[in-house]
């Protein structure tokens, strides 16, 4: 039996999320509830959900400004 590229992706995603927030992966890994699929491959259910909200500061110190690229002309 092997992974789907759906679950394959859902791992990914598990492990992106425990990143970002700081928090161990096992706790994720263990919400995940696998089927398997007519090609005998594992298909996880309830993938877990990524939400990114950036930081305003943080987009404003990375963007550039046009100054930045004209100099003192």
């Not at 394959?8 to 990143?19: C, D, E, P, V």
């Not at 994720?28 to 699929?37: K, Y």
């Not at 110190?61 to 046009?66: A, F, L």
């Amino acid at each position: 039996m092997k992974l789907s590229n759906q679950a394959m992706g859902a791992l990914m995603m598990a492990l992106q999320k425990s990143l970002m927030e700081q928090s161990d992966v096992t706790n994720l890994l263990q919400q995940l509830d696998f089927l398997v699929d007519e090609n005998e491959q594992l298909v996880v259910e309830n993938p877990p959900i990524v939400r990114f909200i950036p930081d305003q500061e943080e987009e404003e110190k990375i963007m550039p400004k046009e100054e930045d690229f004209l100099g003192n002309a």
